[in-house]
């Protein structure tokens, strides 16, 4: 009797060890892949009962598959948790683009009318100078279908 | 609210003459109207009513934006300039070569309408390119 529950607890004991060492033999076999690619090199990865668990951050979505597939790869890995995040859009310079349009669009709106002044500030349009009454409606049908947040007209007319 | 009521008018116009994808949008104190005429005369009348309610578009309240269904390519077009030429241009932008010259009351043909302030254009003599759409009457 004694000797079984000897041998039962040695085989516990033995599995025990055996399964922590595998954790780690599969950590190290894990983090070795990783750093090995450019791509993945500066991500956390992390084994418990064969479960990979990454973490860190990825240049886009398009890498995700390659994290699991890299995971998943190697020996003893049963399954991979993927904790990766993708970093916030840098927000694109929205106001100078729209502004740059925007400007073309003006200049092409007044070149032939050379005593009006138009300036983009903020997507608003800033109308100076002089105009006679007949020109300026199309000159703001022209402006207003360049989709400005608001029409300054400051114009004088003749 | 208060700019809803007072284009209340265009608004109303609009709708009577059927313009199409109609939005009627208020931000940061100005009035968004878009949508597309089904007649270039549809527009101008909007405009006309535009320029009743705020005389000389002082107020700044304001952003009418509607274009006019495309004309159908081939669509003849005149030359409506004040009293020069009109240009003809590589591309759509003052920034781009002339190719050619529209003789002003010209009849020329359309070829596309893709850029709202640029058409392609093609004249009799055979030029084709860009030309300004606020010079062009669609006939």
Redesign the interface.
């Known amino acids: 009797m004694k000797t079984k529950l000897f041998l039962f607890l040695s085989f516990l004991i033995i599995g025990l060890s055996s399964c922590k060492e595998k954790d780690s033999d599969i950590q190290s076999a894990l983090s070795e892949k990783f750093k090995s690619n450019p791509e993945l090199s500066n991500l956390n990865t992390e084994v418990k009962d064969g479960v990979a668990t990454i973490s860190g951050e990825i240049k886009d979505q398009n890498s995700k598959p390659l994290v699991i597939e890299t995971a998943n790869g190697v020996k003893g890995v049963k399954s991979v948790i993927d904790n990766t995040t993708i970093p916030a859009p840098i927000p694109l310079p929205v106001v100078e683009t729209k502004n740059e349009g925007l400007n ?2 003006v ?3 007044v ?1 032939d009318l050379p005593s009006v002044h138009g300036d983009v500030k903020d997507s608003i349009i800033i109308l100076t100078g002089e105009i006679k ?1 007949s ?8 402006l ?10 400051k ?1 004088t ?1 003749k | 609210m208060a700019l809803k009521e007072k284009y209340k008018q265009l608004i109303d116009a609009a709708k009577i003459n059927n313009v199409a994808d109609l939005q009627i949008e208020e931000k940061d104190g100005v009035l968004n109207i878009t949508g597309v005429a089904h007649t270039g005369k549809v527009k101008d009348d909007l405009w006309v009513i535009y320029d009743k309610i705020d005389p000389d578009f002082r107020a700044g309240d304001l952003i009418l934006d509607i274009n006019v269904t495309p004309a159908v390519p081939g669509s003849k077009i005149k030359v409506s300039t004040e009293n020069t030429d009109l240009n003809i241009r590589k591309g759509p932008g003052t920034d781009q070569p002339v190719v050619g010259r529209a003789v002003r009351n010209d009849i020329i043909s359309l070829i596309s309408q893709s850029n709202e302030q640029w058409w392609l254009v093609r004249t009799d003599k055979g030029d084709e390119g860009y030309a300004y759409a606020k010079y062009l009457t669609i006939i």
Do not use: C, T, V, Y
Request: net charge positive; charged share 35%; no cysteine.
């Open positions: 073309q669009g200049n092409d709106a070149k009454r020109e300026l409606p199309k000159l703001m049908e022209m207003h279908s360049l989709k400005p947040k608001k029409i300054e007209n114009l007319i």
